[in-house]
T-cell receptor, first 115, second 115 residues
Framework: AQSVTQLGSHVSVSEGALVLLRCNYSSSVPPYLFWYVQYPNQGLQLLLKYTTGATLVKGINGFEAEFKKSETSFHLTKPSAHMSDAAEYFCAVTHYGGATNKLIFGTGTLLAVQP | SQTIHQWPATLVQPVGSPLSLECTVEGTSNPNLYWYRQAAGRGLQLLFYSVGIGQISSEVPQNLSASRPQDRQFILSSKKLLLSDSGFYLC??????????????FGSGTRLTVV
C-alpha cells in the first residue's frame, strides 16, 4: 500500500522568505509523486509531478520539488514567497500500472504568507 | 481541450433529504472518474472511482452512492443525508492510459452543508 505524510499542517513564512513544505511517502513500488495547490473554495490545481527521469522537477509559479529515494521524500520549495502563494498544498502518490491509477493524498499543509 | 464541470457550487440541504451532485467532462472519451470528499483538517478522501460506464468502485462504506450513466458523466447521490455528509466534494478525471503519469484534473468543487 502507498501513503503520504505531510509534516506540518500549518506553515507560516514572511513574504520573500524560502518556502519549504515537507512530504514523505511510503511505497513498495517506484512512486509517481505530485504536488497540488488549492485556493479557498476551489478545486485542486497541479503544481508539478515526478514520474521518471530527472529528480528535480520544476512546476508553475516558481515552485520546484526534488525526489529523494533514499529519504523517501518529495519536498516542495520556492526561493521567495509571494502573498499569492497563500493556499493549501497537497502531496500525492501513485504508481505505474493498474486500471484505477488512484492518487493517494496527504492531509495537506496550509501555507500562510505574512507581509 | 478538456474541461470538467461540477455543479452546484454550493448546496445547503436538511438532514434526511436526498442529494445529487453532477460532474461532466468534455473533450475526451473513456476517462477515469473520481469523487473525493474534503472535510476540514482531514485531507482528501476518495469515495468512488469509475473506469467505465456502469463501473463503480466504492472506497469507503457510507451513506453515499455513485453512478456513471454516460461515458463522461459521474453522479454522486444520497437517499437521506446525514450531518456527517457535510464537506467539500470534488470530482476529478484522468485519462485511463498512463494516467499515473498525467495526474488528475479537478473540478471546482461543491460545498455541501447539511443542516
Amino acid at each position: 500500500a502507498q501513503s503520504v505524510t505531510q509534516l506540518g499542517s500549518h506553515v507560516s513564512v514572511s513574504e520573500g522568505a524560502l518556502v519549504l513544505l515537507r512530504c514523505n511517502y511510503s511505497s513498495s513500488v517506484p512512486p509517481y509523486l505530485f504536488w497540488y495547490v488549492q485556493y479557498p473554495n476551489q478545486g485542486l490545481q497541479l503544481l508539478l509531478k515526478y514520474t521518471t527521469g530527472a529528480t528535480l522537477v520544476k512546476g508553475i509559479n516558481g515552485f520546484e520539488a526534488e525526489f529523494k529515494k533514499s529519504e523517501t521524500s518529495f519536498h516542495l520549495t520556492k526561493p521567495s514567497a509571494h502573498m499569492s502563494d497563500a493556499a493549501e498544498y497537497f502531496c500525492a502518490v501513485t504508481h505505474y500500472g493498474g486500471a484505477t491509477n488512484k492518487l493517494i493524498f496527504g492531509t495537506g499543509t496550509l501555507l500562510a504568507v505574512q507581509p | 481541450s478538456q474541461t470538467i464541470h461540477q455543479w452546484p457550487a454550493t448546496l445547503v440541504q436538511p438532514v434526511g433529504s436526498p442529494l445529487s451532485l453532477e460532474c461532466t467532462v468534455e473533450g475526451t472519451s473513456n476517462p477515469n472518474l473520481y469523487w473525493y470528499r474534503q472535510a476540514a483538517g482531514r485531507g482528501l478522501q476518495l469515495l468512488f472511482y469509475s473506469v467505465g460506464i456502469g463501473q463503480i468502485s466504492s472506497e469507503v462504506p457510507q451513506n453515499l452512492s455513485a453512478s456513471r450513466p454516460q461515458d463522461r458523466q459521474f453522479i454522486l447521490s444520497s437517499k437521506k443525508l446525514l450531518l456527517s455528509d457535510s464537506g467539500f466534494y470534488l470530482c476529478a478525471w484522468t485519462q485511463g492510459a498512463r494516467a499515473e503519469a498525467i495526474g488528475y484534473t479537478f473540478g471546482s468543487g461543491t460545498r455541501l452543508t447539511v443542516v
